[in-house]
Structure formats: C-alpha cells, structure tokens
C-alpha cells in the first residue's frame, strides 16, 4: 500500500520558517518525481516545488529564494524549507509522488496546514 504522509505544518509568525517533510512508503523512491502542492481557502491548487530523480529543482515564481525542496533517497522523504514567510503562503500543502516511468502510478498525501498570522 502506498502512502505519503506530511508533517511540519502549523501555526508560524509572518517572517518565520517551517520545514515540512513528506515520507513516502510502498514505492520505490528513488524513480518519482517529488513535488509540493499549495490550495488556499477558494484557490486552486498550485505546484509550489519540484524535484525530478536526478535533483533537478523548479519552483513557483512566488516563492523562488524563499522556498527550498529537497529529498532524502535513502529516508524516502521530501523535504520543503519554508523561509521568510508571508500571510499568502497559508494553504494546505501537499506532496505528490509520480512514478517517472509510469505517469499513472501518482500519488498524494494527505495535506498539511501551514497558516502565517501574527
């Protein structure tokens, strides 16, 4: 059975940090792109960050120099590194795991919320 399950969000100070980890079980790891997923209350549900199976990293334009995406193969984890946060970064985020190989083997966790608020 596949699972992704997040950790890291809450409650954190506008110009805060968090760091939110995604670990992943019943896949192989290593041959998925990780990415994290954003949805504000009424909003869409946008690509936050991306890692493919070789380290290449892509981020929204909005949160570029603020936001770092990482993964640890051997932990099956993706890590996201929230710094100089801001008010609009609240949402829920998500980690999505896609099987490079196999667009259809694609997978989602169950979401964190992440909420900036003085």
């Known amino acids: 059975q596949v699972q992704l399950v997040e950790s890291g969000g809450g409650l954190v100070q506008p110009g805060g940090s968090v760091r939110l980890s995604c670990a992943a079980s019943?896949?192989?790891?290593?041959?998925?792109?990780v990415r994290w997923y954003r949805q504000a209350p009424g909003k869409q549900r946008e690509l936050v960050a991306g890692?493919?199976?070789?380290?290449?990293?892509n981020y929204a334009d909005s949160v570029k120099g603020r936001f770092t995406i990482s993964r640890d193969n051997a932990k099956s984890t993706v890590y996201l590194q929230m710094n100089s946060l801001k008010p609009e970064d609240t949402a829920v985020y998500y980690c999505?795991?896609?099987?490079?190989?196999?667009?259809?083997?694609?997978?989602w966790g169950q979401g964190t919320q992440v909420t900036v608020s003085s």
């Open positions: 999505n795991a896609r099987n490079t190989y196999a667009s259809q083997r694609d997978y």
């Open positions: 019943g896949i192989i790891f290593t041959i998925y792109t």
């Open positions: 890692s493919t199976i070789n380290g290449d990293t």
